[in-house]
């Protein structure tokens, strides 16, 4: 069992920036990691994602340049840089783990949610216009 704990959330303006973490714990922390995002009314979406080892990374159209995922193996945590936000980015951020081991040994990580099989609680994130 893996246990994620986002934190970071919160009130910001338009233009500013916030980090969310996620903290992993239980088994090894050798999982893809994702964040996906959910807005009132719509459906759960990609953000961003990267591989166990960290190399390979990539983020959604709507995000890319202004959001960065990362990964400290050695903390057991993954984070989200997200700058120039827009009110638009308001959310509630979740960060899920992928455990097969068909994406361990890709490399690679999956677009899907439903491809991740843990899930943290979530976290606010309100960005004001």
């Known amino acids: 069992q893996v246990q994620l704990v986002e934190s970071g959330g919160g009130l910001v303006q338009a233009g500013g920036s916030l980090r969310l973490s996620c903290a992993a714990s239980?088994?090894?922390?050798?999982?893809?990691m994702g964040w996906f995002r959910q807005a009132p009314g719509k459906e759960r979406e990609f953000v961003a994602a990267?591989?166990?080892?960290?190399?390979?990374?990539d983020s959604a159209d709507s995000v890319k340049g202004r959001f960065t995922i990362s990964r400290d193996n050695a903390k057991n945590t993954v984070y989200l840089q997200m700058n120039s936000l827009k009110p638009e980015d308001t959310a509630v951020y979740y960060c899920?783990?992928?455990?097969?081991?068909?994406?361990?040994?890709?490399?690679?990580?999956?677009?899907?949610?439903?491809?991740?099989?843990?899930w943290g609680q979530g976290t606010q994130v309100t960005v004001s216009s």
């Open positions: 990267i591989s166990w080892s960290g190399r390979r990374t």
């Open positions: 239980g088994r090894t922390f050798s999982y893809a």
């Open positions: 899920a783990a992928d455990s097969r081991l068909t994406t361990y040994y890709s490399g690679s990580y999956s677009y899907t949610p439903d491809e991740y099989d843990y």
